[in-house]
């Protein structure tokens, strides 16, 4: 009977059109990080390896392949912010993505209007329904399981505010699906939406309801 798993060693190479460990951790949330540097010099870029870690006091991070922009701006000035990308905010946020000089502002050049924040000197994107101001709580670089430092960093952040549009909260619960967040999924250029379709409840299970 032939072996039904492709496996593969990521050292040696996955032999596939694309890198599946990418598809398989999806849809990953966007970590839609604003910045500044030293003199002031707003930067936006978006990244896909985010999520949130911790939530009291609540932690989020992102990282980083290579050392850019919001890294280095983030050492600078320890604060950063995260923003929702929605999808009315799509191309805006893809635009951010682009590799240009440092000084240029990526506010900008995506056309985004900036918000300011309340605890931080960093910019918010004000279209956005959502975003928090953080104070970094630790800057990491990763190593590999040999030890060897890679070119890879891990940023993490406590949110000490928190901003999110009223149209979005509804008998005091925020509607996610509302806010039509996007998500990156695992292809070249793949994202994925989220919609009442899709969404389904399970409360966690208490040990009454697993005994035998």
């Known amino acids: 009977m032939s ?5 593969y060693q990521p050292k040696l190479g996955h032999g596939l059109a694309h890198n599946p460990l990418k598809s398989i951790i999806a849809p990953r949330p966007i970590g839609w990080i604003s910045s500044c540097n030293a003199d002031g010099v707003a930067n936006l870029a978006p990244y896909s390896f985010f999520n949130v870690f911790a939530d009291s006091p609540p ?3 992102f990282c980083s392949s290579g050392w850019k922009d919001s890294v280095a701006n983030i050492e600078q000035t320890g604060e950063f912010c995260w923003n929702l990308a929605t999808k009315p905010l799509a191309q805006q946020m ?3 993505c682009a590799d240009v000089a440092s000084a240029v502002d990526e506010f900008e050049l995506a056309g985004l209007v900036k918000a300011p924040s309340q605890l931080v000197k960093v910019p918010r994107v004000a279209a956005s329904p959502a975003s928090f101001e953080c ?3 630790q800057l990491i670089r990763l190593e590999s399981a040999d030890k060897q430092p890679m070119d890879n960093w891990l940023v ?8 999110i549009d009223k149209a979005f909260i509804k008998d005091g619960v925020y509607q ?5 967040p ?6 070249p250029a793949s994202y994925f939406g989220i919609s009442a379709a899709t969404e389904f409840e399970m409360a966690r299970p208490s040990m009454r309801d697993i005994a035998p």
């Open 3 to 7: 072996n039904p798993f492709h496996f």
């Open 59 to 61: 932690i989020i991070g």
């Open 94 to 96: 893809n635009l951010s």
């Open 135 to 137: 104070k970094l709580t």
């Open 156 to 163: 993490l952040g406590e949110v000490v505010g928190v901003h």
């Open 176 to 180: 996610t699906i509302a806010a039509e």
């Open 182 to 187: 996007i998500l990156r999924a695992g292809g």
